[in-house]
């Protein structure tokens, strides 16, 4: 049996609900993290030395890091499917993940969604934030370029670019943020949003987070 460790509303833990969906893998979900607590008992940190989550446990292996995790399970489960063999195909999911972690993230996930929407009103940064809304605006306006030529971020098909960067869709088209036209985002958007695992996974309500620093 699969355990995917972590709080349904953080955006890490759902890149891995998402996969396991895709996969039909059976897994279970203990609730740990945010308003659960349990990151700092010694069972988890056997699992993790960092304390955060997700953590995969697979018959007693225990992997951290979201994306290590999304490789692990495409790797072991998905076949040919989500992290193709071929080097050229894979390397589409693996460049986007790379500047998800390094561009989008910063952008979008620590300058706006922690600035704006998790920071309670009073304390917000608005120079920051206006900030942080142009640079993501920028950012997914080369994913808009990526689009002209394919479905999914990822090639022909979905694959673990595609989870990495959807996954953050939900959030940016729901917060009430300036966003560019990105018409070619939105109908991936709509593609995915078609898909059982994605609604469930990923559009998850989160206004238990707004204005919420405290994890
Ligand atoms: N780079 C790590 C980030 C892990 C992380 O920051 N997880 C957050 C949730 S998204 C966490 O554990 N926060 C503490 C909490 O939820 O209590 C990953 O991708 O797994």
Redesign the pocket.
């Known amino acids: 049996m699969l355990r995917i460790w972590?709080?349904v509303t953080?955006?890490?833990?759902q890149k891995a609900l998402w996969l396991a969906q895709e996969l039909g893998l059976a897994y279970e979900n203990p609730q740990v993290?945010?308003p659960h607590g349990g990151?700092d008992s010694p069972a988890f940190r056997a699992l993790t030395p960092?304390?955060?989550?997700?953590v995969l446990e697979d018959d007693g292996f225990a992997i951290?890091?979201?994306?290590a995790?999304l490789r692990y399970l495409a790797a072991r489960y998905g076949g040919a499917d989500f992290w193709s063999q071929d080097p050229k195909v894979r390397s589409w999911s693996d460049r986007w993940m790379a500047w998800a972690q390094t561009r989008l993230q910063p952008d979008f996930v620590s300058g706006l969604f922690w600035g704006f929407y998790r920071t309670p009103v009073e304390q917000r940064d608005a120079a920051a934030i206006a900030r942080a809304e142009a640079a993501t605006a920028s950012d997914f306006l080369k994913v808009e370029e990526a689009l002209a030529d394919r479905p999914f971020l990822s090639g022909p098909a979905l694959g673990l670019a595609d989870i990495v960067i959807g996954s953050l869709l939900y959030r940016y088209f729901e917060m009430e943020v300036a966003r560019p036209p990105l018409p070619r985002v939105e109908a991936w958007y709509r593609r995915l949003q078609m898909r059982p695992a994605y609604a469930n996974a990923v559009m998850v309500p989160f206004d238990s987070l707004k204005g919420r620093l405290s994890?």
């Open positions: 972590g709080r953080s955006s890490n833990v993290g945010g990151l960092m304390g955060l989550i997700p951290w890091e979201s994306e995790i994890f």
